[in-house]
């Protein structure tokens, strides 16, 4: 596969199972994994008049379905007949890619029915509005400032917010003069005049009132070469040695300042000390009303007749006050919600994002701070426009740079106001009757298939789509040319695509805005038993706008089927088969039913985590007793479970302890996050959240190399230098007899290493160089699984390095490890073992 192919599907394996051969396979899951926007340069590009649909279930055509020298063409999908004009036979004869995208000016466009801006009282430049967190420290909306300044916004606006919402009016220059709302109000309600408050301007003007606001400086004083700003986040020791310096060097002030009650410079510095007290205990209850202030700015952007916009949230905080939250400050403290509360702000924030997203506007959310956030509401709030919730310790960590990089200028919202049809499906004038629009948001994604299967399970950050009429703006000139090279060969006519066939082989996604890091993950149930020898045919169609055209992207493939289940298993795809069930296995551990709105308390969590392995656990036992068998011993008999499944399986294992199911040393929030991420990331990037990579550096002769090995605690030799990548977190550690300055260069090696692996991840991956015996190395054990609870010939034959350790190396090595409960963290053999022999209670998760 090639650059160009990026957009074509992932499948479990290249050869479906057919007849029999399904029977033999069922405990497999059947799909693939779709990142429709991948590769958006370099694809081959078709003209307007080349662009052809079938006129029953709407599929484009393409290099299966290449028309005779009598312009005649089957569809793959449908296989209905359908024709084309003989000038254009020549061009698809000649298509040799299965991807081409077709672009055609969209605005103004009375062929793909998209109405301009003038017609539909709409400008086409984006809006944005920034909105702080009143409560965040001065030094952090400092950085954010900075970091923004380098975008180089335009048409930006400001909303500060704590208990009340501050809408600056930046048109005005040279003076920070603000509009106070309550959240009372709907912003309705509340007087709002667009127009005459100048409520939109330059960055500069935002700067400045941000500055006045918080008391900072971020323009003439040196900002750009402050080194806080730019450094690397400190390590855990680091940090704690730098705290403890400070607290010496204020016993050591303190001691040579005795206090005598008489000096009046001291009597102020106590009462100073003592405000600080009374401070630090007001701010355990500060209030936030995130959700209407939000609600403003969407408002504002809305109000301005923009088209699309932008929100960019940065808060320290959950949202604990507004319109629909009863909670009086006297009973609040810090952010603590209780699970009605925590429903009814993630419900309210979920409608407020959908409102939103329907105006064109994408929201994003930056939070910082070690208090609880109530993520999942914040997840909510960015959900139907497709964004994203970081979170960071500082906002002066490098990574923040270049994630708030990526997620303002990689990812873009995409809309275009369209007529509707009347009954006799013409198409309705704008000018007389302006009511009658609906609106092409985000990017709709069609997945077309053969009749043999239907999806079954879905993942990804996507609706499914329901407000369009049939076919899509964009297609009604290519249907029009279908239905008219149809009456050509006196070919039965078509109106429309019929609506019962279309249902049968397409499915309608919605992806709240154009972002290429974004895939799908579809797992299939099959409807018919696929003929030994046929083909099943995929269609994936993309639309959406960029600038003033409207892009058309079609991907064709073609799966072919046999009833030999080892031709299957031979072309089985490990990272995809495992990467399905995982994504299944975490959307289950995020609610407790279909509703992925419906709030859970940390506790109703673990639950639905349990559950979520038993299922896995379940799976993972039908895999095994399908395609291996158990002979009472310690050992897996490779010749009856194959190398292929045996992958699957140790994949699997890693993603049930890893930082989405295990324990580890997660927040609840942050496992969150991670599981959100998890759903919506390439198959790549899945692959790293379920499995770490490890290499040894090694130095020999003046050369560095990294050699690969497994991710298991019995890496963890005293000679060696390993570099871990964990996708979130990046390691390089060293043990006890590598510790030396002779080792720095393998340790240099294996940052650099590192870096250059991750320099394009997003999120920003935060790097920790350990030595052995440091306490954040537990971040990094219980990363690797526990191989040292496995018997000693276990060790030895699954792990080959060991043969290089001489006998006391491995004894000093295993000794690492004396205290290690095996129930609570069993290692792979203990756990496959357990879950081969007896049937644990629970779903299959490709059902």
Request: proline share 4%; aromatic share 8%; net charge neutral.
């Amino acid at each position: 596969m090639n650059e160009n192919d990026a957009a074509l599907g992932k499948f479990i394996s290249s050869i479906f199972p057919a007849g029999v051969g399904r029977k033999k396979s069922y405990s497999l899951p059947l799909g693939f994994i779709l990142s429709p926007l991948q590769g958006l340069s370099g694809i081959e590009s078709v003209s307007e008049q080349e662009m052809i649909i079938c006129r029953s279930c709407g599929a484009y055509i393409n290099m299966y379905s290449l028309p005779d020298e009598n312009g005649v063409w089957i569809c793959c999908v449908c296989e209905e007949k359908n024709a084309i004009p003989i000038s254009t036979t020549k061009k698809w004869n000649n298509l040799t890619s299965p991807v081409f995208e077709h672009r055609q000016r969209a605005a103004g466009n009375d062929k793909v029915g998209i109405v301009d801006d003038a017609e539909s009282n709409t400008e086409c430049s984006e809006k944005i509005v920034i909105v702080l967190d009143a409560n965040l420290p001065p030094e952090e909306v400092k950085a954010v400032l900075f970091h923004l300044l380098s975008l180089k916004l335009e048409n930006v606006g400001l909303v500060i917010f704590s208990n009340l919402i501050l809408v600056y009016q930046v048109g005005l220059k040279g003076i920070a003069s603000a509009d106070v709302y309550s959240p009372t109000l709907h912003p309705l309600e509340s007087g709002m005049n667009i127009g005459e408050r100048f409520y939109f301007g330059d960055w500069d003007e935002v700067e400045y009132c941000a500055n006045v606001f918080y008391g900072t400086t971020t323009s003439g004083s040196g900002v750009g070469q402050s080194s806080d700003l730019n450094e690397q986040p400190l390590s855990r020791h680091d940090y704690l040695k730098m705290k403890k310096d400070k607290r010496l060097e204020k016993q050591k002030d303190s001691r040579e300042t005795k206090f005598d009650g008489f000096d009046p410079n001291q009597t102020a510095e106590l009462l100073r000390k003592a405000q600080n007290n009374k401070v630090h205990t007001v701010n355990r209850k500060r209030l936030r009303c995130t959700g209407d202030a939000v609600s403003f700015a969407s408002q504002m952007i809305h109000a301005s007749g923009s088209k699309i916009g932008r929100i960019y949230l940065f808060t320290n905080g959950c949202c604990n006050i507004g319109q629909e939250i009863s909670v009086k400050p006297n009973e609040l403290v810090g952010n603590d919600l209780d699970p009605t509360q925590q429903q009814v702000v993630a419900d309210n924030l979920y409608r407020l994002g959908k409102e939103a997203f329907m105006k064109g506007i994408g929201i994003d959310v930056f939070c910082i701070g070690n208090d609880v956030m109530n993520i999942h509401s914040l997840l909510s709030l960015v959900k139907p426009s497709g964004g994203y919730v970081l979170s960071y310790a500082s906002y002066r960590n490098v990574g923040f740079q270049r994630d708030l990089s990526v997620v303002c200028v990689e990812t873009k919202m995409s809309r275009a106001v369209c007529r509707i049809l009347d009954t006799d499906k013409m198409m309705i004038s704008a000018m007389s009757d302006p009511k009658r629009f609906n609106t092409l948001n985000g990017v709709v994604v069609d997945v077309r298939m053969s009749r043999y299967c239907v999806p079954r399970i879905c993942h990804g950050p996507f609706a499914l789509y329901d407000e369009c009429q049939c076919p899509l703006p964009n297609e009604r000139g290519a249907f029009s040319a279908s239905v008219s090279s149809a009456k050509s060969k006196n070919m039965p006519p078509t109106e429309i695509p019929s609506a019962k066939v279309r249902d049968s082989f397409v499915t309608q996604l919605q992806l709240g805005r154009v972002d290429p890091r974004v895939s799908i993950s579809i797992i299939l149930q099959n409807e018919f038993d696929i003929p030994e020898g046929s083909s099943v045919f995929f269609q994936f169609v993309s639309r959406y706008v960029e600038g003033d055209d409207l892009v058309t992207r079609v991907a064709t493939q073609s799966i072919g089927a046999s009833n030999d289940t080892y031709i299957y298993m031979q072309s089985l795809n490990i990272d995809v088969t495992s990467v399905l069930l995982a994504k299944e296995a975490a959307h289950s551990a995020m609610a407790r039913t279909d509703d992925g709105n419906l709030y859970l308390g940390q506790s109703e969590i673990e639950t639905t985590i349990l559950r979520a392995k038993n299922d896995l656990d379940f799976t993972v036992h039908k895999i095994t007793t399908t395609h291996g068998s158990y002979d009472g011993q310690r050992v897996i008999k490779e010749a009856r479970l194959s190398q292929d499944i045996y992958q699957v399986l140790s994949n699997l294992y890693h993603f049930r302890r890893g930082m989405i199911l295990g324990e580890g040393s997660r927040s609840f929030d942050d496992r969150a996050l991670m599981r959100d991420i998890f759903l919506r990331s390439s198959l790549g990037d899945c692959m790293l959240m379920m499995t770490p990579l490890l290499w040894r550096c090694t130095h020999e002769n003046g050369r560095i190399e990294f050699v690969p090995t497994l991710a298991s605690t019995l890496a963890l030799w005293d000679e060696s230098v390993l570099a871990i990548d964990a996708f979130d977190c990046l390691f390089v550690w060293s043990g006890r007899s590598a510790t030396k300055e002779i080792h720095e260069v393998r340790r240099s090696a294996s940052i650099l290493f590192l870096k250059e692996r991750s320099h394009l991840r997003f999120p920003s991956p935060r790097m920790y160089e350990l030595f052995e015996g440091e306490s954040m190395c537990r971040h990094l054990i219980s990363r690797l699984a526990p191989s040292h609870g496995d018997p000693r010939d276990v060790q030895i034959s699954h792990f080959a390095d060991l043969s290089l350790l001489s006998e006391r190396q491995l004894e000093t090595l295993r000794s690492k490890f004396r205290t290690y409960n095996s129930k609570c963290d069993p290692s792979f053999i203990d756990w496959f073992l357990r879950v081969m022999k007896s049937s644990p209670k629970g779903r299959l998760l490709n059902e």
